[in-house]
């Protein structure tokens, strides 16, 4: 067994283990509810130990085309298990999707329900339509940034601070005043409400440091996309300097720059964690990415909901705590409720126990 597999098998042992024990999280908690630019108070969070109810969710994706969703995935079904609580899945098949996460919110308020769990394709372009549930039952939003108006809860971490630590890194090897280095920018689809903040976050980060974005590619966060942008991007441009962006760019920038030769030239930052960026970084191919730990929002998500629907929630907006990983800090961190085992596949429908 190499070493990489052993690795991996452990993060599954570990996973596989962690949501039947009793335990606590270590969150940040914002200030002011659903405001990501709030100041956060690390705390220690204890789970509720069972629903009183066979409780059931309606939870909604904007797709299921990466490890990231399917990572949130893992985490509610695995917290939907421990808890005794039952959902059904509908994802959009992607970010330019509204009108049919329009259509799949709808049925989600008719469909008697408990609660309902978003992450949304729109930053508030669906705001209606969740007000209108939100009469009825509990929102629960998960993972992308939304507008607060009908929203119960939320479990997320701030997308702006996730990409500034990737920007961080970037100005730390390239301060103000070292030679420029060009930037070729992948930030994802220019319609998602998580990508305007992604840029701000990035953007400001970098600006006083040596490095410049001299390209932006916008695409869904589809493996294929992503390919076809990089490739456009090494078309036109010869002289870049790293690919920065979204998970699906970077796991795709380590083949592509291998193919062409650019492995040693060319650096790869992700702005967020999934399989192929940690075993990227692992292989020292991919520079560094912040950690949101998406199974945890997964996990965090369904016990909000359970929460809102008993009368017990106190803390309405709450995520993990991001770690950035390097080559260097990789070994440092443990992966509970961060990534999949290699195994998992995707539930779209639990029942409540």
Known sequence: MNTLTGL?????????????MAEEWLLEKHSQPFDDSSPTETITYRPVDHASRPLRF??????????????????????????GVG??????????????QAEQIESCGEGGF???IIGTVSYDGLTPLIRKVAKNIPVIAVVNDIHPDGITAKASVSWRNMAADAGRFLAERHPKGSPPVKVAWFPGPENAGWVSFVEDGFQE??????????????????REEQVLLIEEVLDEFEDIDYFVGNGPMAEAAVSITRAHGLTDRIGVISTYMTHGVFRGIWRGRILAAPNDFPVLQGRLAIEQAVRAVEGQLDIPHAGP???VMTPKTIGRYGVSNSLTPASFIPYFEVSGK
């Open 8 to 20: 991996l098998r452990a993060i599954a042992l570990i996973l596989a283990a962690s949501p039947a």
């Open 58 to 83: 309606c939870v909604l994706y904007p797709h299921l085309k990466d490890a990231y969703w399917l990572s949130v995935n893992y985490g509610m079904v695995e917290e939907a298990h421990r808890l």
């Open 87 to 100: 959902f059904e899945l509908f994802e959009a098949g992607g970010y330019p999707n509204q009108s049919r």
């Open 114 to 116: 408990d609660a309902m």
């Open 205 to 222: 980060a970098i600006r006083d440091s040596s490095a410049e974005i001299v390209v932006t590619r916008y695409g869904d966060t589809g």
């Open 321 to 323: 705590m991001v770690v």
